[in-house]
């Protein structure tokens, strides 16, 4: 599951309302950016303009361990000058089974099981790492995660969000791919 507010914002200004900050990028992976709002999409554009490129010289749909690989090569390529974004890549392996790659902007990568990032990851982190990861917890085996309980606690940490940050409101948009395919829901957060 990947998921992301709705408030594009700077500062006291919101922007827009209704901006989802979740690109899809094959059928299988999708990226979370978050950051410089040309950044991220200028760096969406390059991607899936290479993605394209891909798929138009090897008549197939790059993995998404190999979109990782060049989400990260593109990234270290411009580390000079570097997009401004902080980005999370997730999605289904070859066998089946979710990945999770944290990003940072020049591009080094890391394999999780969950991340979080964007102006609310203060908040966000700590409630994933208690409660899926049992960090910081004696004595308790973390829960067997299921497509129900990700969801519940996604809802529950951006409306945590959404408590103390005013750059994080207004809806969050949950994406669930699976081998069936991929869901969209929409869920309403906060206004104000």
Known sequence: MMASDTRLSRGFNIFSREQGKVFELTPKTMMASSGCWADVLTLNKVLQARLTMYAHEHHDVMSTTAVAQLLSTMLYWRRFFPYYVSNILAGLEEDGKGVVYHYDPVGHMEKLTF??????????????????????????????????????????????????????????????????????????????
């Open 115 to 192: 991340s979080a990032t964007g102006a609310s990851v203060a908040q966000i982190q700590p409630l994933l790492d208690n409660q899926i990861g049992g960090l910081n917890m004696q004595g308790v085996t973390p829960p067997k995660m299921t497509k129900e309980l990700a969801r519940q606690l996604i809802h529950d940490a951006f409306v945590s969000a959404a408590e103390r940050d005013i750059n994080t409101g207004d809806g969050i948009i949950l994406y669930t791919v699976t081998k069936e395919g991929k869901t969209e829901e929409m869920i309403k957060l906060r206004r104000d």
